[in-house]
Structure formats: structure tokens, C-alpha cells
Nanobody, 123 residues
Framework: QVQLVETGGGLVQTGGSLRLSCAAS????????MGWFRQAPGKERELVGG????????YYPDSMKSRFTISRDNDKNTLYLQMNSLKPEDTAVYYC????????????????WGQGTQVTVSS
């Protein structure tokens, strides 16, 4: 059974940092592109960024490039999201997802979704 489990969320102060993890199982992790998405109350889900199966290529919307970094460890079947200089508007549920290719991450049509982890940035 496919499973994506996000951990590392919590409450942080403005300007703080968090590192989220996504543990994958039930599929060939190293063959899939991976991505992070987020959804705040009252807003639509948006792409944070994605990475090719090998980790050799990444994509971020312009608004995410300066503060968010995606990495992966295929030996551990784990995806990471490093978040720095956090702002209250970063408050959202953050989701991990897997897709056959990076394009499907970018257009937000992944094959698998995690359950999400809450990130709250206080002001």
C-alpha cells in the first residue's frame, strides 16, 4: 500500500525555520518525481516546489525560490523541505506528493498524496 507520511510541522515564530520530512513506502520512490504543496484556510492549494526522481533537477515558483529548498534521499525513501525566514502567510497544511514525472508535479496532477502536516507561523 502506498504511503506518504509528512512530519516536522509545528508552531514557529516569524523569521524562524522548519525542516519537513516525507517518508515514502509502497512504491519505487527512486523512480518518482516528488513535490511539496500547501493549502491555507480559504485558499486554493499551491505548489511549493518539486524535484526529479534523481534529485538532479528542481522547480520552484518564483515566489518560493528564495526561502524554500527541496531535497531527497533515495536511500532513505525520504523527501525534505527546508523552510527559512518564515512569515505568517506561510501558515498552511503542507502536503507531500509523488508523480511519474516532474511535469505532473508542476501542473499539480500527482499520483499519490500524503495526509499533510500543519505549519503555523505566529506574528
Amino acid at each position: 500500500q502506498v504511503q506518504l507520511v509528512e512530519t516536522g510541522g509545528g508552531l514557529v515564530q516569524t523569521g524562524g525555520s522548519l525542516r519537513l520530512s516525507c517518508a515514502a513506502s509502497g512504491f519505487t520512490f527512486s523512480s518518482y518525481a516528488m513535490g511539496w504543496f500547501r493549502q491555507a484556510p480559504g485558499k486554493e492549494r499551491e505548489l511549493v516546489g518539486g524535484t526529479k526522481w534523481s534529485g538532479s533537477s528542481t522547480y520552484y515558483p518564483d515566489s518560493m525560490k528564495s526561502r524554500f529548498t527541496i531535497s531527497r534521499d533515495n536511500d532513505k525513501n525520504t523527501l525534505y523541505l527546508q523552510m527559512n525566514s518564515l512569515k505568517p502567510e506561510d501558515t498552511a497544511v503542507y502536503y507531500c506528493a509523488a508523480a511519474r514525472n516532474l511535469h505532473n508535479i508542476v501542473v499539480m496532477t500527482p499520483d499519490y498524496w500524503g495526509q499533510g502536516t500543519q505549519v503555523t507561523v505566529s506574528s
